[in-house]
């Protein structure tokens, strides 16, 4: 099956306008990582997929969105669907995200059915998963995040569709990181369970660290076994950080 493609994946949450689009050229400009090396991802807020993607068409860099709604279309006000997104130019779509889970409620079976969305269009699904600090600090990270995939990802993940994000909701905008033997260890948690179930083809399955990762750590955490790339909030938002986190594959 071989080994997991890496990809640094930025998400740029509720953040960014049309001027934005300066960052983006500037990240492409800098950007000397080969696609041999990393696939490079940015997830700008939905108004702005489709310019984004645009500017990106002739770069090594891909362009997804933050969310989307399980149905393919109908009467969801406010909501957006994976083929809107794909129709805008998106190759990838982040769910599941901590933020969704807790600003908007999304349960494991929420998230489960929007990966099928996903999977509908044929696009990549990251599918998030991450303890509370009250879940680590009574020692449940595992068992919270095994069952927060063998409930989120559908039996047809596989290495094309799917990445899986560990993200622990402590860690995310905080400055915080977890040791590099807790992050090992979760990681390698993760890879077990994913194949245990998919066999050999959850051996392809990359499995991202996100929470605080800046260009002075990246080449830590990435270098952790099962650590296959990082999904960036903060830091992906100016061109010469995430570069720097780019870095670690260079
Ligand atoms: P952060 O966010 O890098 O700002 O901690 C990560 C995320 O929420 O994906």
Redesign the pocket.
Known sequence: MGSPKALVAG?WKMNGLHASIEELEALIAKITVTPAQADILICPPFTLVSAFAGSAEDSHIRIGAQDCHAEAKGAHTGDISAEMLKDAGASHIIIG?SERRTDHGESNEDVHAKALAVYGQNLCAIICVGETEEERDVGDTLPVVASQISGSVPDAADRNNTVIAY?PVW???TGRVPSEEDVRQVHKAIREQLVSRFGDAGEGIAILY????KPSNAKTLMSIENVNGA?????SLKADDFDGIIDAYR
């Not at 996100?210 to 990762?213: A, L, P």
């Not at 999904?231 to 830091?235: N, T």
């Open positions: 998400n995200h993200e860690a995310i905008g996100g929470g605080s990762v999904l960036v909030g903060g830091a």
